[in-house]
Nanobody, 127 residues
Framework: QVQLVESGGGLVQAGGSLRLSCAASGRSFKTYVMAWFRQAPGKEREFVSAINWSTGNTYYADSVKGRFTISRDAAKNTIYLQMNSLKPEDTAVYSC????????????????????WGQGTQVTVSS
């Protein structure tokens, strides 16, 4: 089993910044891809960003490209999401996800492709 724990959410004014963290722990697992998703009230969960663990390649949703940056600390099994120029429409519960098995894809925007999920952290952006 793998446990994912997010932190760093909070309330921020529009134009501000937040940095989310997601730490993975467990026994004998090999990370393939880690990702961030978000879900706003009344809306479906949506892909935000992903990072391929072996290559370090990063991927972003168009809505956050240029504003958000995903990074990883392999030694700590942790990913980060630096969110700048935040907008009220970025308000959501942000969750991290992890896939352990190689699949031939560099990443996936579909949530069910991932094996493990964190509990989520609330990000609220006020106007």
């Amino acid at each position: 089993q793998v446990q994912l724990v997010e932190s760093g959410g909070g309330l921020v004014q529009a134009g501000g910044s937040l940095r989310l963290s997601c730490a993975a722990s467990g026994r004998s697992f090999k990370t393939y891809v880690m990702a961030w998703f978000r879900q706003a009230p009344g809306k479906e969960r949506e892909f935000v960003s992903a990072i391929n663990w072996s290559t370090g390649n990063t991927y972003y949703a168009d809505s956050v490209k240029g504003r958000f940056t995903i990074s990883r600390d392999a030694a700590k099994n942790t990913i980060y999401l630096q969110m700048n120029s935040l907008k009220p429409e970025d308000t959501a519960v942000y969750s991290c996800a992890l896939r352990v098995a190689y699949s031939g894809r560099n990443y996936n925007t579909a949530g069910d492709w991932y094996n493990y999920w964190g509990q989520g952290t609330q990000v609220t952006v006020s106007s």
